[in-house]
């Protein structure tokens, strides 16, 4: 691929391990299947306040740690299995979701025998206001009581908590901080990930997201302004995330957590990793408005930035995944920018949208969405875009609608976008040869 | 490849601050009170009184409006009026934080003069996370009361990037945006992320923001649970209450404070002539794999002298530290214990002072409340005093300027910052460019 910017091994960024939890798929083989028949994952919420104009979403709430490990890290070694349990033991959803997915990219990866100095290992962690369900139910217990909250609150509370639990768990002792940017979290996860590898500070870098525990609270405050859907599709859950259809009428929200590995090609050569995908660039912009209001400007510049960085030209990339996120505006808007980076192009590129059949992740979406690109690029499909039973007039593009089809992705762009005007985009291509 | 290239488009200059805390809401009264030894703890003023903890740095009734007239002169009123209309429901972190950072923006000199292509340049760190404490508490009750009363921007305002995203609207930023958090560390991480954005070129300048959590009585009652916060001896002498490094200190005093910094390379800031404070010579990052809230002097040890590498300074040649010292009984020992481990006998001879005794534990923006506090003290040529060190305990004998401001002029100062969760950060800054 002579067309790719030829730095030096140490400057290239490639990913070398993943791990997924969703609705449909606890593992990337779960989850490959499910993208490729098109499964959904959204449901009934199980135990949400019934008052919640919110009913529908992708619901982990029942995750039971102890059973995924059992079913899925089988081949883990065992004391990793065992500290797992140990270290997140009275851990809310939201860690136990990224430590789950963090520790099987570790395992894909092949690091926990790799040798590597924990002092230059690095975790990013997207995601912002986190522990919200624990909180919400903790202000409860406080209006009570104040003596009754977890007792272990001040340390549980705080976003960080799951920084030292990941840390304390894959013995992670270089940079560790999370970062926020709505549901753009994940994809800028990604980007810093890049530029300390870049830098110098240190040889991998372990990029995680987990959606925020859902709580009535959000959920209320979602619908009231009317971002989320609740008017329809109470009692066809499977069918309410139709990114692109003429029916679509708000995002689905959806637990869930990815996480990858990222390393130098040269790191990654050294000790015979495989490697997935290169990362080749990426930007972030922000279009300086608070307003949860996407502007096709902002969007245009971010692709066009992100292409610019990754030294790809806009007819190399031949897949999108989309942000598309099922609002109204939002996949609107989404396609219109599009057609002005891509020009005829667009026209020619497969685009298709993760969430109509996971929901919207939120801050852990771009990361989740990654780990889809790179499952469809590695094992050669594109999964369906599903329920685009009739596609929005004038979202004319190749949107890949309800069926797989088999398909070789070589460069793929990576859209996320957040509420107040934060746009993330990265550019990934396969594997570099040798 | 250490970073330690010196051309002038990776250097990084700090050309403007801002800051809003109880014992000043702009610099030069928080450089005033600094030198002055005054705190800025006192009883909470509206606080749920059923909780352990009484005393901070409490900015609950920061009024936007009043700071404005006072401090904003030099604002456009259809800036003033912008920011007063964007902050109107907006809960108090991101007030704090609006504030300060128009201050950093009016004081690098920027205010009306950010164009198209250099706005896209300009990137914006915020630094903090779980903002919105109090806010997620009362809006937690009304649902619980009617899922129709909560605040119908709840949605919206909950999120710690709506700060980020105010902020960036107020100022017209619209280049690499992102909020970091770091627990207690986070404002030094904000300031290395910034830092690392220059050096990588994704940006030609940076806003760093420290923005603190609105804080809610049921975080300060899960620290005190936990205790980690001051809550026996001092409710009656909240001014007494933070006193690092001193025997009868029993925990940390939580405050309200933002702080932010305008940082650019070299190169940008002499393009545009602007007024340099410092240099942000580098940093670093440690962990400790560890999810306890118990530090590691190993840890510490290890990030400062990461960040005097990645700096490219020798040890010798530093002569302030502005420590973390939160006035915990273990923090602060451990602190002085890795402050040993990496400068030996030198140690004894480094003023070490604690920005802390003064206006308490900012959390998340304490990084760069403190940051703010060396840059002034290196450009006033003073060093501001740890107060209420009575009787440093047996074994905490640095030099800690106690009691009174010095006149002092340092060179080359670290900055340390240290977050539950084993999370440890360092920078070093430069006084001269």
């Avoid at chain 1, 959204?42 to 919640?52: L, Y």
């Avoid at chain 2, 050096?199 to 936990?226: C, D, K, N």
């Avoid at chain 2, 602007?274 to 999810?291: N, P, T, V």
Wanted: charged share 20%.
């Amino acid at each position: 691929m002579s067309f790719l910017w030829l730095g030096d091994d140490d400057r290239r960024v490639v990913v070398t391990g993943m791990g997924i939890v969703t609705p449909i798929g606890e593992n990337l083989t779960e989850f490959r299947d499910s993208l490729r028949a098109g499964r959904s994952g959204i449901g009934r919420w199980k135990h949400m306040d019934e008052r919640c104009l919110s009913k529908v979403g992708g619901d982990m709430s029942d995750f039971d740690l102890a059973g995924h490990l059992e079913r899925v890290g089988s081949g883990y070694p065992p004391h990793l299995r065992e500290r797992a349990r140990t270290v997140l033991r009275a851990t809310p959803l939201t860690g136990r979701l990224a430590a789950a997915a963090a520790l099987q990219a570790f395992v894909d990866a092949g690091l926990p025998d790799a040798g590597l100095e924990p002092e230059r290992v690095a975790h990013l962690f997207g995601g912002n206001n986190l522990n919200m369900n624990y909180f919400v139910q903790n202000v409860l217990e406080f209006a009570d009581d104040p003596d009754y909250i977890d007792p272990l609150l001040g340390v549980v509370l705080w976003d960080t908590d799951i920084l030292g639990k990941v840390g304390e768990l894959l013995t992670v002792k270089g940079p560790n901080y999370t970062i926020g940017n709505a549901c753009a979290s994940g994809n800028v996860a990604l980007l810093n990930g890049l530029d300390l590898l870049r830098s110098g500070r240190v040889d991998a870098v372990i990029a995680s997201a987990a959606t925020q525990e859902l709580d009535p609270v959000a959920l209320q405050g979602w619908a009231l302004v009317d971002a989320l859907v609740w008017r329809n599709f109470a009692d066809e859950p499977q069918r309410a995330s139709r990114p692109w259809d003429v029916r679509r009428e708000g995002f689905v929200p959806g637990e869930g957590a990815g996480a990858v590995i990222l390393e130098t090609l040269a790191g990654a050569r050294r000790r015979g990793a495989h490697v997935y995908a290169e990362l080749l660039g990426g930007v972030l912009t922000c279009d300086a408005t608070r307003l949860p209001k996407p502007l096709v400007e902002g969007q245009v510049r971010v692709m066009r930035s992100a292409l610019e960085s990754a030294g790809v030209a806009p007819e190399q990339v031949n897949y999108i995944n989309a942000h598309a996120t099922s609002t109204v505006l939002g996949d609107a808007v989404e396609a219109a920018a599009i057609k002005e980076v891509f020009g005829e192009h667009a026209y020619r590129i497969p685009i298709n949208a993760t969430k109509s059949m996971i929901g919207h992740c939120l801050t852990a979406a771009a990361l989740v969405e990654f780990v889809a690109v790179l499952v469809q690029m590695e094992y050669g499909f594109l999964h369906p875009t599903i329920n685009l039973e009739e596609p929005d007039a004038g979202l004319n593009l190749d949107l890949v609608p309800n069926a797989a089809r088999p398909y070789q992705v070589e460069v793929a762009v990576s859209n996320s976008f957040g509420f107040g005007g934060l746009n993330a985009c990265v550019v990934v291509g396969r594997a570099p040869e040798g | 490849m250490a970073t330690g290239n010196r051309d002038e488009e990776r250097r990084v200059v700090v050309t403007g601050m801002g800051i809003v805390t109880a014992i000043g809401e702009t610099l030069a009264e928080y450089r005033d009170s600094l030198l002055a030894g005054r705190s800025g703890i006192t009883r909470w003023k509206q606080m749920d009184e059923r909780i352990y903890s009484r005393i901070g740095g409490d900015l609950s009734d920061f009024d936007l409006k009043a700071h404005l007239a006072r401090v904003g002169t030099g604002y456009s009123p259809s800036l003033v009026e912008q920011a007063l209309r964007l902050l109107r429901a907006t809960p108090l972190s991101g007030r704090l934080t609006a504030a300060a950072a128009l201050q950093a923006f009016d004081d690098a000199g920027l205010l009306g003069l950010v164009s198209e292509s250099y706005a896209e340049r300009f990137g914006h760190v915020l630094a903090g996370h779980n903002l919105s404490g109090n806010y997620v508490y009362e809006n937690a009750l009304a649902l619980q009361d009617e899922p129709e009363f909560i605040d119908p921007l709840f949605g919206l305002m909950f999120l710690d990037t709506d700060v980020l995203s105010v902020v960036s609207e107020m100022l017209g930023l619209k280049g690499s945006s992102f909020t970091v958090g770091g627990a207690c560390a986070s404002g030094n991480i904000a300031l290395l992320a910034g830092l690392d954005l220059l050096r990588s070129g994704r940006a030609e300048a940076v806003l760093v923001s420290g923005a603190p959590p609105w804080l809610s009585p049921v975080m300060l009652q899960g620290w005190a649970l936990i205790d980690a916060l001051s809550v026996r001896s001092f409710n009656d002498e909240p001014a007494r209450a933070s006193r690092p490094f001193d025997v009868r200190r029993e925990g940390f005093v939580p405050a309200e404070g933002a702080g932010a910094v305008v940082l650019e390379t070299l190169a940008g800031a002499r393009r545009r002539g602007a007024r340099l404070y410092a240099e942000l010579l580098g940093g670093a990052y440690s962990a400790d794999a560890s999810r306890l809230p118990k530090p590691d002097a190993a840890g510490q040890a290890r990030a400062m002298r990461l960040a005097l590498q990645d700096a490219r300074i020798a040890l010798e040649r530093v002569d302030y530290i502005n420590a973390h010292a939160t006035s915990t009984v273990l923090g602060d020992a451990v602190e002085v214990q890795a402050i040993k481990q990496v400068f030996g006998r030198q140690a004894y001879g480094i003023p070490v002072n604690a920005t802390k005794s003064m206006i308490g534990h900012c959390l998340t923006s304490a990084g760069v409340v403190e940051f703010i506090a060396t840059v002034l003290q290196m450009e006033c040529g003073w060093l501001h005093p740890t107060i209420n060190l009575d009787e440093p305990e047996p074994g905490l004998d640095l030099d800690f300027v106690p009691h009174q401001a010095r006149q002092y002029r340092a060179e080359v100062a670290l900055s340390n910052a240290f977050g539950f969760g084993g999370i440890n950060t360092c920078v070093v800054v430069g006084r001269q460019v």
